[in-house]
């Protein structure tokens, strides 16, 4: 979808209030949505000549069980991270920008954050948008429809404030490598992901730190050496904080009463650099994936309130290394450096039960033209099914249609994941 002028009904719009995250999509909206991307309900076909017919691969479904959506390019450089914030999709870039979609129908809202540096990670919280940047630093912008300027850069952290606090003591600094010292709330390399739970935004770098920032007052208030290599993703669930390196180790951290400390170590994997991490709660049980370089996705299920979490599936998801992933609903979707989109639902027992987060592949989406970067999806309960929003090396953010389909024909796949249990582990 190319770049258009900012129509005038949105600017109109700007008067109203920034609509909190919709828990769904209303099927009024999915219509005008696919109406806008030109896309035939009635069949698999897309108009977009970029999107070719056979852009779908349905394991075991049909064809035309997923749907392609759109294909917007408004970007210079590879789209690195996605985020859904109120009515917007944002999507930020290594060529510096972050983009604004309106929905339903993903029309380019706003541009901003050019020229801050390649763009590694966003996250959204309460009116504000938090992007992590490979200068090492924190950029916090605020949310208003009530000036035209929507997303309005208010700080870069660390803050002044902050600087000016410590930078006359010699306790506040650390020494980052040979002869080279700085201060401990400054990153000393490029930030990786970025997570907001509880009032608080964890940043984790290549620096091998973890950093938290209290968002009352975006001050630092703890440095963590969390990792012996880069961090390459953070999740926070339940007063849990997670952090997947590529030193092989996925580690828990639990806030004390002065700082975090370690809880366990999930997973100690040589010559494996684990990628990304999602963590999900429902209907009471808390579960942790985190994805590898060696394309497998490994998931565990927390006992209890404790220390405690059980290995509940390893499964080859990828033959190359698996980039990202996300969970909305019982469905999992991740993206692979092998150009692909894999569709998991989380396996059911007889009774109905969740059964220990265990896994069975339901589809696999193909479009993209290079390594799949980054991926996020929305549930919508009204037309039953889930929009997924992906973004690529080849500078695309594609979307896609999944209808909750796959349930007559989960016996199928179960039946044939029992013969042959290279695509699935489940461990009891």
């Known amino acids: 979808m190319a770049a258009m002028p900012l129509p005038d009904q949105d600017r109109a719009a700007m008067s109203t209030p920034l609509l909190p995250r919709s828990a769904f999509v209303s099927s009024t909206s999915f219509s005008s949505f696919s109406s806008v991307a030109s896309f035939s309900s009635t069949s698999s076909s897309f108009s977009d000549p970029a999107v070719p017919s056979d852009v779908v ?54 541009r901003f954050g050019h020229g801050e540096g390649s763009v590694k990670a966003l996250a959204a919280s309460g009116g504000r948008v938090f ?32 600087y000016l606090g410590k930078i006359f003591r010699h306790a506040s600094y ?12 400054e990153h000393a390399d490029s930030i990786s992901c970025l ?3 509880d009032g ?13 920032w209290r968002i009352s007052d975006l001050r630092c208030l703890e440095s963590i050496r969390a990792h012996d290599d880069a961090i390459n993703a953070v999740a ?30 999930l997973i100690s994997r040589d010559g494996v650099s684990w990628n990304a991490l999602v963590v999900s709660s429902d209907a009471g049980a808390r579960r942790v994936y985190a994805a590898g370089s060696d394309g497998h996705v490994v998931g565990w299920d927390r006992v209890g309130r404790g220390s405690r979490w059980s290995l509940s599936c390893d499964v080859k998801a990828h033959d190359m290394a698996v980039l990202c992933l996300c969970v909305a609903g019982d469905l999992v979707c991740t993206g692979s450096a092998d150009k692909t ?16 987060a265990a896994l069975v592949r339901v589809g696999v989406i193909r479009g993209h033209e290079g390594p799949v970067k980054c991926i996020q999806a929305s549930w919508c309960r009204v037309s ?30 179960q039946d044939k994941d029992t013969k042959d249990q290279k695509n699935c582990v489940f461990l009891r």
């Not at 608080?200 to 938290?212: E, M, P, Q």
Request: proline share 2%; glycine share 8%; hydrophobic share 40%.
């Open 57 to 110: 691969e349905a394991l075991p479904m049909s064809r035309d069980s997923f749907k392609a959506l759109a294909v917007l390019r408004d970007h210079q450089g590879s789209v690195s991270s996605l985020s859904l914030c109120g009515e917007f999709l944002l999507s930020a870039s290594t060529g510096a920008d972050i983009v604004a979609w309106q929905q339903p129908d993903l029309r380019r809202f706003a």
């Open 131 to 162: 992007s992590a940047h490979q200068d090492g630093r924190v950029r916090v912008w605020r949310v208003s429809r009530r000036s035209e300027n929507a997303f309005k850069l208010v700080a870069a952290l660390p803050t002044t404030r902050d």
């Open 174 to 185: 650390v020494q980052t490598r040979r002869n080279h010292r700085r201060l401990w709330i």
């Open 195 to 197: 997570a907001v739970h």
């Open 200 to 212: 608080v935004v964890y940043s984790g770098s290549w620096d091998k730190t973890l950093k938290v």
């Open 236 to 265: 926070a669930e339940s007063g849990i904080i997670y952090s997947a390196s590529a030193d092989g180790h996925v580690k828990a951290w639990e806030k004390g009463k002065a700082a975090h400390f370690l809880q366990g170590i």
């Open 341 to 356: 989109i894999g569709l998991w639902r989380r396996q059911q027992t007889s009774d109905g039960a969740a059964a220990a």
């Open 384 to 413: 039953n099914g889930c929009m997924v929003y992906s973004g690529g090396l080849d500078k695309s953010i594609r979307v896609w249609w999944v209808p909750n389909g796959w349930k007559a024909n989960e016996q199928r796949q």
